[in-house]
């Protein structure tokens, strides 16, 4: 872990249906700061505002007040496409639920983000082969999504993440569909990346056990930062 | 139970918009159905009921060609034959052309009628311009005077005649003696116009009127002669209608009553015949319609099953809870039969409407392209036509859906809470064992029954119907379906979808090359053909869809070396893949439509291209060709064949025919290829030296089938001069008169005299008996078929040649008493066929016979002579058959266009299920650009394959229709461009709309849902 700041907000809000009789403050006032190799849990009950924050971080979605600094990059300033293109090289996305294309293999399902950039063919699929054996996945590149185990699945989401060698992997409730076996051994391969690869991970969950995989945990109520302390208990 | 009907109530409210997409699309497939068959409807009862107006009332004609029928002994036997007549007349009509020397006008073909005052008004009045009754008083006064007549509206309009304006026409007055007309010239006064109203309008119009009195006086006819008398059966048809074997029936008791009063005349059931005519001519049309129309229809079905499928799926998680929740299959499957029902009747309304609004504009192009547009046609919606919309809305929404609903119902609960898919077996089941034997069992049956029930497959006899090629079509498909249904059950699925497809692909293909050739009949040709582009079609929407994972692949191979994002080629490429059912209905649709659009343009151009390019070898060396509408009178005042040849410096050889009308009558035994048994038709005499200039052919002809015994050693593949000299030899044994018997073996004692047909109508081998006036049939046969003969363009009416040489001319001799002189001349100019300026000599040659300054108007002696250049008289052959096949390619064009849109929706209904899926394209990094990319590309793709089988399909049945009738195979060039242009224009605008609505999907909400 460095001291560079490689995600930063300010004052972050987010009001859904602003000005309505359903208007909800999902986000009131955010301010937190990852460091580069840092490994971070956001918990909250439901509905606190876990996923708003994630998808506001990831550019998915847009702030209705307040700024998101990554690798020092003001992303609201950014138009959708350049902001797409941000996200694609220095955002890796990891999702609870059908985080798969499911006709696509694990290969092509991995390579995806690199057929989006100018490198040719053979040189990405060879780059994503690499990631997936690194993943443990060697003899199931070929596999469609639903010939995978759920574990084997999320291997292949986290390589797709990876492939890019994204500033930030921002995972939504990665372990949600998984049991406490698959679960301990997608965050051991979380900690392990980090580890060898100083790789910076966000990662929203329920789970104090997973967030006990993470050097520090955030603790949102009500869309407000109640705790943005050190290590989990 | 209770709750899935609340469910059923409750999802209709919920996905309200989806709702509405796929009634829009049942809606449109409805109205592909609909329009085909409103227009179809349409198009045949209008035809008939332009026919019915052009005949009137009339159902038998009693006629002797305009020879005298003596109406003392004729019409006693009609009153005492005991038929149930609503009323009879009696008339005297002459055919004439009328001139008006002022203007230098000539009318040819006009009817001059002589009619009773006081005739049955069953048979119609005459109106004035004004639409009045002509009150019979009134005509009275007109006609007191014998050279006063009425003249129809139109034909003065042609003639810059108006009332009062003198004509001139030339008539044949009887010479009794000599039994044969003098003609003469004689001058009519217009004294009233006749309006087209009414019934029997369309002959009215171009007939001049007069008092049977003034036409005996004029034609030299006795107070009890007549040239025709009209039976009416009914005197109201529409209410109280004569069916065509009653009024047949009427005709045979006639004519066997006359014989027996020694009346040797002509009885015909004019009003069946005209509408057996019509429908002969409209059943082939309406094949066409109907097979095209079938296509449409289908392309329709694959609309509706798509649809349907994208309601199941975009609701497998839906039907994982139900199911979970304990719904039993049959609830399931209850659940979506009832919603399309629903969907079904309320797409039905819709349908009738849209279909309504396609035919308005198909019905309106038939009348331009069929009858140019002269009669406007109306679409013609029946209550029967409404309720078999909603019927057959119903059962195709509902029959659609059955596919569907089944699979609905067999959606694995696990599968679907887990989100996962179990690996399926890949082999059919036992009943496919049963299914495979059995098909095999009765594709054996088949074909061995054919050949008890029809001839055997070994033998030729066997292949030359439709019906036995259909049978063996049906018996050899069984086999080879039931194989691949067995390599199902033995290896895997993928290997019965090959063998399926390919046996379609393979069965098509085999029919084309071996088996087309062997039908007798132009129509079983077409229908064959029509079929055979059908299982072509679906053979290769079958195979290409069973390895649709390889055809991608391809595509995406070929995508990856172009600009666009390997991103975007491996999402649209493997989407497809994934849904192989679907994209298959899809590309279908644009096969099906393309394989039709793309096969008219190529026959149409290869029928245009070889047909004008053969003309000129055909029209053996005579590019212009005269007839006259009666024979010149006066011989000494001019030779035709020495003066004509000073008309134009490049007038090289003039050649006068003698030709006379003849009834034909088929021999109860033979069957003909024509409606009636009862027709008119021409015969040509052909003297030795009518084609020949000593032992050099001047006019040339080339045969194309002849007996048996002649056609068996001849080559079709020899040179254009090995043919011209076989045909030289056939006709020389033609010209030396032997006979022949029924089975077209030489018999010289008691065969029958041949002669040459120039119409594909009367085949080599047929044998009928012709008729002239007041003398006795007698049998011939047809030795072989003309090729091509220049007057065969110039009548609807088949003519034979025969030679001064034959047994029954001496009697036709004296017919031709009639008609003494030249009716028919060949010309042959120096000119280039096609570029020169046969035209200009035409127009020469016209005002030669019918110019002012002619020594014929002169001598009012004048002749109305038709001058035709065969090379502009082909165009308009052509162009005939071009708009035809144009009119095909409109008609498909409507499915294509309806296609396009049911697309639209789907692919609509696509984004809407796909939500999630973009969602997380999104997230990787996808652009919104590449987001419409991708659904485009997808559309893209699909379109095309449906142009590239749709080429292949189409290449492969021109190359088999041209080998058939050895042409040169032309593929228009900018035809396919034009299909190509419209299939990106319709993958355009059908995946715009869903791809920007996709591009505008939010990410964040699209990640979270779940379907």
Redesign the interface.
């Known amino acids: 872990m460095s001291e560079k700041i490689i995600l930063k907000t300010e004052n972050l809000h987010k009001i859904y249906a602003q000005d309505t009789p359903m208007e909800v403050h999902a986000l009131k006032g955010i301010n937190i700061a990852i460091k580069k190799g840092e490994m971070v849990a956001i918990m909250g009950p439901s509905g606190c505002g876990k996923t708003t924050l994630l998808n506001l971080l990831g550019g998915i979605d847009q702030p209705t007040e307040g700024q998101i600094f990554i690798s020092g990059q003001d992303i609201n300033e950014l138009t959708d496409t350049e902001v797409t293109q941000f996200r694609l090289k220095n955002i890796g996305y990891i999702f609870q639920l059908f985080n798969l294309f499911e006709f696509l293999t694990a290969l092509e399902n991995t390579v995806l983000p690199l057929f989006l950039t100018d490198a040719s063919r053979l040189e990405a699929e060879e780059e994503s082969k690499m990631m997936l054996r690194q993943m443990g996945l060697g003899d199931k590149i070929h596999h469609l999504p639903n010939e995978l185990s759920g574990g084997e699945q999320q291997r292949v989401a986290v390589s797709r993440a990876l492939l890019m060698n994204p500033a930030i992997i921002l995972g939504d409730e990665p372990t949600g569909d998984l049991d406490q076996d698959t679960s301990t051994e997608i965050m051991n391969l979380f900690v392990s990346i980090n580890e060898n690869y100083n790789q910076t991970f966000l990662v929203v969950t329920h789970s104090e056990y997973i967030a006990s995989f993470c050097h520090r945990t955030i603790r949102i109520v009500d869309g407000e930062i109640i705790d943005s302390g050190g290590k989990g208990d | 139970m209770n709750y899935i009907n609340n469910l059923i109530q409750k999802t209709f409210k919920r996905r309200i918009g989806k709702n509405v997409g796929t009634l829009i699309a049942i809606g449109l497939a409805v109205s592909l159905m609909v329009g085909v068959q409103i227009t179809i409807t349409s198009f045949a009862t209008e035809a008939l009921d332009f026919f019915v107006d052009v005949i009137g009332e009339n159902d038998v004609i009693i006629s002797s060609f305009t020879y005298p029928i003596n109406t003392t002994t004729t019409i006693p036997v009609i009153e005492n034959s005991g038929i149930d007549y609503a009323a009879f007349n009696i008339r005297i009509t002459q055919q004439v052309a009328l001139y008006n020397l002022e203007y230098g006008s000539l009318e040819k073909g006009v009817s001059f009628v002589g009619f009773e005052l006081d005739e049955d008004p069953i048979f119609d009045n005459l109106y004035d311009q004004n639409g009045t009754t002509y009150r019979r008083s009134k005509l009275g006064d007109l006609f007191k005077n014998e050279s006063h007549v009425l003249i129809g509206e139109d034909l003065a309009e042609n003639l810059n005649a108006t009332l009062g304006t003198t004509l001139k026409l030339r008539i044949g007055e009887l010479n009794e003696a000599q039994f044969k007309f003098d003609f003469k010239t004689f001058d009519v006064k217009i004294v009233g116009l006749v309006a087209e109203e009414g019934k029997g309008k369309e002959l009215g119009g171009w007939s001049i009127w007069t008092s049977i009195e003034n036409m005996r006086s004029i034609i030299g006819f006795g107070d009890d002669e007549c040239s025709e008398i009209n039976i009416a059966l009914s005197s109201d048809h529409e209410n109280n209608p004569i069916s065509n074997e009653d009024a047949k029936i009427v005709e045979e008791q006639l004519l066997e009553l006359l014989v027996e009063a020694g009346e040797d005349l002509i009885v015909i059931a004019f009003r069946a015949l005209i509408l057996e005519t019509a429908d002969e001519v409209l059943k082939d049309v309406l094949l066409a319609f109907n097979l095209f129309g079938a296509l449409i229809i289908f392309s329709g079905v694959l609309l509706l099953v798509n649809i349907q499928l994208i309601q199941v799926e975009d609701r497998v998680q839906q039907l994982g809870i139900l199911r979970a929740i304990g719904s039993r299959r049959r609830e399931i499957v209850r659940l979506f039969l009832v919603e399309s029902f629903i969907l079904g009747f309320l797409g039905s309304f819709l349908g009738i409407g849209g279909g309504y609004t396609m035919s308005i504009f198909l019905v309106d192009r038939i009348g331009k392209t069929f009858f140019d547009g002269e009669i406007a046609l109306q679409p013609n919606v029946t209550a029967g036509a409404v309720g078999y919309s909603i019927a057959l809305g119903l059962i195709l929404a509902v029959g659609a859906g059955v596919f569907p609903a089944i699979r609905a119902a067999g959606v694995d609960v696990i599968e679907v809470i887990r989100?996962?898919?179990?690996?399926k077996r890949k082999k059919t089941g036992k009943l496919s064992l049963a299914i495979g034997l059995s098909l095999i069992v009765t594709g054996i049956s088949v074909l061995v029954a054919q050949s008890f029930v029809y001839d055997s497959i070994l033998t030729k006899a066997g292949w030359n119907t439709a019906i036995e090629q259909w049978v063996f079509m049906g018996g050899a498909g069984g086999i080879l379906l039931g194989i691949s249904v067995l390599f199902g059950y033995l290896f895997s699925r993928k290997i019965m979808g090959n063998g399926i497809g390919l046996t379609f692909i393979i069965l098509s293909i085999f029919m084309l090359l071996l088996s087309l050739p062997q039908t007798k009949g132009m129509e079983d040709n077409n229908k064959i053909l029509i079929t055979l582009v059908v299982v072509l079609a679906l053979g290769t929407i079958i195979w290409v869809g069973v390895n649709l994972n390889t055809v991608t692949n391809f595509f995406r191979g070929v995508l990856?070396r172009t600009r666009i994002?390997?991103?975007v080629s491996?999402?649209a490429s493997?989407?497809m893949?994934?849904k192989t059912i679907r994209s298959t209905l899809t590309f279908g649709i644009f096969t099906l439509v393309l394989t039709m659009n793309i096969f008219a343009s190529v026959y149409q151009a290869t029928f245009a291209y070889n047909t004008l390019e053969s003309v000129e070898f055909y029209s053996g060396g005579a590019p212009i060709y005269i007839e006259l509408d009666s024979p010149i009178a006066n011989e000494t005042l001019v030779n035709v064949e020495t003066e004509l040849i000073e008309v134009d410096d490049s007038i090289e050889h003039v050649k006068g025919i003698n030709s006379t009308l003849i009834i034909i009558t088929s021999d109860e035994e033979v069957e003909l290829d024509v409606p009636t048994n009862f027709f008119p038709g021409s015969v040509d005499l052909i003297y030795n030296n009518t084609f020949k200039n000593g032992d050099e052919y001047v006019f040339d002809f080339l045969f194309e089938q002849s007996l048996a015994q002649f056609n068996d050693k001849y080559k079709q593949a020899g040179s254009e001069r090995y043919k011209l000299e076989y045909s030289h030899e056939l006709w020389d044994f033609f010209y030396n008169r032997t006979k022949f018997n029924k089975d077209g073996y030489i018999d010289n004692e008691n065969g029958m005299p041949t002669v040459i047909s120039t119409t594909p109508i009367l085949k080599p081998g047929d044998v009928f008996n012709i008729t002239g006036i007041g003398f006795t049939t007698f049998p011939v046969i047809v030795l072989a078929n003309i090729q091509q003969y220049p007057f065969s363009l110039s009548s609807m009416f088949p003519t034979l040649l025969i030679t001064p040489t034959i047994d029954f001319f001496p009697r036709l001799n004296l017919h031709f008493g009639l008609y003494p002189s030249y009716m028919k001349f060949l010309v042959k100019t120096s000119e280039d066929f096609k570029e020169g300026r046969n035209t200009i000599i035409t127009e020469k040659i016209e005002t030669f016979f019918n110019g002012n300054e002619s020594k014929l108007v002169l001598a009012e002696d004048f002749v109305a002579a038709s001058a035709n250049n065969v090379w502009e008289e082909m165009l308009q052959v052509v162009d005939f058959q071009v708009r035809t096949f144009d009119f095909l390619q409109y008609f498909v064009g409507f499915g294509l266009i309806v296609g396009a849109m049911g697309m639209v929706i789907i692919a609509m209904r696509n984004v809407a299920e796909r939500r999630?899926?973009i969602?997380?394209k999104?997230?990787?990094?996808?652009?919104?650009?590449?987001i419409i990319g991708t659904i485009m590309l997808e559309l893209f793709i699909l379109a095309g394959l449906g142009l590239i089988i749709g080429l292949i399909n189409s290449i492969i049945l021109g190359w088999a229709f041209a080998r058939l009738y050895d042409w040169l195979l032309l593929v228009p060039p900018l035809r396919i461009l034009l299909y190509t242009g419209i299939m990106i224009g319709i993958a355009l605008i059908a995946a715009i709309l869903p791809g920007i609505r996709a591009s505008q999907v939010?990410?964040?909400e699209a990640?979270?849902y779940?379907g």
Request: glycine share 12%; net charge positive; charged share 35%.
């Open positions: 989100g996962i898919k179990k690996t990856y994002k390997k991103g491996l999402i493997k989407y893949t994934s999630r899926e969602g997380m999104r997230a990787i990094g996808y652009k919104k650009r590449q939010t990410p964040a990640i979270r779940v």
